[in-house]
């Protein structure tokens, strides 16, 4: 049996809603921003509880673009956590300033214990990540932040659908940053991001420096540069917004078959804590294994997409040799990274698939 | 009648039915991001530049910028370019960190090539010489001025896609050159877009590296990068429509020799092709005298004209906030007072351009 990991070809196959508004979009030639893309902004604004949304290229535009508009810029210091996408890192970077990477917890969260020690007069924001599409302790990262009077700019690119005790990912921090990469719950057909904040001045300015920083065609407030999202993409977007808590519901459901399954696991197959009040997205769905490797190689050849997310973590990349980290800070995800695995477990997968999955796990550690 | 300045609308009604059953084709295949459709769009690219390599990406403003950062360009660097563009020329320089230096630009809306060497200073990096509508500077002149100071030159060739000098296509005179993709350029996309293309292999890997967040391998990073990728519902689009770009340009062409011969160029000047200069004629900008007056009367008989651009570059607000406006540049400044985009694009009919002359020319003759 077939467990695809890209479920893409299937997300896409009834089109026909999203063809019939790009017909009518060809016939406006309203091809930049316009009113389809402030639609969807106004939509996801709602769909999260923030003030203000603004649509971007994609998720890394969402983060930098963020970041600057809180002035992050050289010589200043982000905290961050050490298992996430690249681009978490890469856009604190691209502002010129110091990515401060801090190791993670059980839950692959950013450990908040560790945050603390890396706070001193450079560091202008915290950059918790919804890694996985959970998330970390917001409220107590909130706290923390406001005692050291530091903000707080969520990378909550996976975190689309999560809940923590009923409020969204990305209307914590005083700007977030969201992706609509085609495997993400919210997704489009390429790239997409976009950020929140409940911040008037912000969100100002954002919307300029977006769209080169014109106020309108003949009048430059200051120089921008363009990370609009494509008015093609943005109804793709308005479509998947229609369909996504039933996407999450879907996941969760699916999680939740294999949680059970696989519990018994256990010291085999390590299920991560799910305390309440913490709604995933499971854009990831990952547990510890032992013989990882060998599982993986068991899984794919039964033709089970499992995939790892990330062998190597982002504090043993070679575009990290510059910050000269200390390996020893990083126990939790350099010991993670040789266990972790991500199985499928998106809203197509049947039950006998998820069963099937679990089913082969399991027959694979009774052989081992 | 109405005369409409663009024909979008009109083009993809065209292509609509052949555009979206490729998307389609696209979407089943699973894959969005860095496909092969973007790989055959880059190839199609050199072959038709005849530039060794080219690297799509999100939009002609990204093209810019990493243009400048592949370099090496940055904080402290000067860069020589002319006022007479769209925004994203300074933006680009600014968002390096390098600053923008004008020099004036000539009749033909360039950079006047004759006036780069008074602006060299020791901060000076490189040449950011643009296309503007579609014609090519005096890229000899150009290099020659870069050998000797021993600067870079980066083509804006956001609207340079289709553009020769000498026969060699734009792209093919410098270090790198950036190209726009947005639905408004011959070569257009339903949405942002951009490239770059350069014969410099270095450039290339370090902008391949870069425009997809320094990724190696899935599971190597070797720089910390950012994501700008051409979007490939476009790049299928983009290798759609190149194939008829020939073919559009000719037209465009086409019907400015009309234009040029039915309008009367005693108060309105449409600037020439030098014998080196082939324009693919993105825009249909004219040195109108009374310009305001003319547009007014043109939009009173349904004719749409625009006017790009009215503000110099160095004369806008962001540049007061750097103290960028108190560059003199009298030629730009007095011909932002002239120029006008007549109605100008490939489905165009004869007809069109006859009643548009008539009315200009009756507009002078009147007053």
Known sequence: ?368 | MKIELIDLKQRYKEESAQILTSIKKVLSKGHLVLTEELNKFENNICKYTGSKYCLGLNSGTDALMMSLWALGIGKGDEVITSPISFVATIGAIIHVGAKPVFVDIAEDLNIDASKIELKITKRTKAIMPIHWTGKMCSMDTIAKIAKKHKLKIIEDAAQGMGSYYKKKHAGTYSDIAAFSTHPLKNLNGLGDGGFITTNNKQLYEKIKLYRNHGIKSRDNVHVFGVNSRLDVLNAEVLNFRLKKLKSVILKRRRNIAIYRKLINQKFIKIPHDTKDQFSSCVIFLCLCERRDELQKYLNSKSIQSLVYYGTPLHKHYASKNRGLHKTKLPVSENLAKKVLALPHHQNLTTNQIKLVCREVNKFYKNS
Request: proline fraction near 4%.
């Open chain 1, 1 to 368: 049996m077939l467990v695809p990991y890209n479920y893409l070809p299937y997300e896409f196959k009834n089109v026909k809603n999203i063809f019939k508004k790009w017909k009518k979009l060809t016939k406006t030639t309203d091809f930049t921003l316009g009113k389809y893309v402030a639609e969807f902004e106004e939509k996801f604004s709602k769909y999260i509880g923030a003030k203000y949304v603004v649509s971007t290229n994609n998720g890394t535009d969402a983060l930098i673009l963020s970041l600057k508009s809180i002035g992050i810029k050289k010589g200043d210091e982000v905290i961050t956590v050490s298992n996430t996408f690249y681009a978490s890192a890469g856009a604190i970077v691209a502002c010129g300033a110091k990515p401060i990477l801090v190791d993670c917890d059980d839950r692959y969260q950013i450990d908040i214990n560790e945050i603390k020690k890396k706070i001193n007069k450079k560091t202008k924001a915290i950059m918790p990540v919804h890694w996985g599409g959970a998330s970390p302790d917001m409220f107590s990262i909130m706290k923390l932040a406001e005692k050291y009077k530091i903000h707080v700019v969520e990378d909550a690119c996976m975190g689309i659908g999560a809940k923590i005790n009923g409020r969204s990912p990305g209307t914590f921090g005083i700007i977030s940053a969201f992706s609509m990469h085609p495997l993400k719950s919210l997704n489009v057909m390429g790239d997409g991001g976009m950020v929140a904040t409940n911040n008037k001045k912000i969100f100002n300015w954002i919307k300029k420096f977006r769209n080169h920083g014109m106020i309108d065609r003949d009048r430059i407030e200051f120089w921008g540069v363009n990370m609009r999202l494509q008015p093609l993409q943005a109804i793709v977007a308005i479509e998947g917004l229609k369909k996504i808590d039933d996407v999450i519901k879907k996941r969760n459901k699916n999680a939740k078959k294999m949680d059970g399954l696989l519990s018994s696991l256990s010291p085999n197959l390590v299920i991560p804590d799910r305390p309440k009040g913490f709604r995933e997205t499971f854009a990831l769905y990952m547990c510890l294994v032992k013989s990882r490797d060998r599982l993986l190689k068991y899984l794919i050849k039964n033709k089970i997409e499992a995939k790892i997310h990330y062998p190597i973590p982002l504090n043993k990349q070679r575009a990290a040799k510059n910050l000269k980290l200390n390996q020893k800070n990083f126990n939790t995800t350099n010991k993670q990274a040789k266990k972790i695995i991500t199985l499928p477990i998106h809203q197509y997968l049947s039950k006998k698939q998820i069963s099937y999955v679990a089913h082969k796990i399991k027959k694979f550690y009774e052989k081992n």
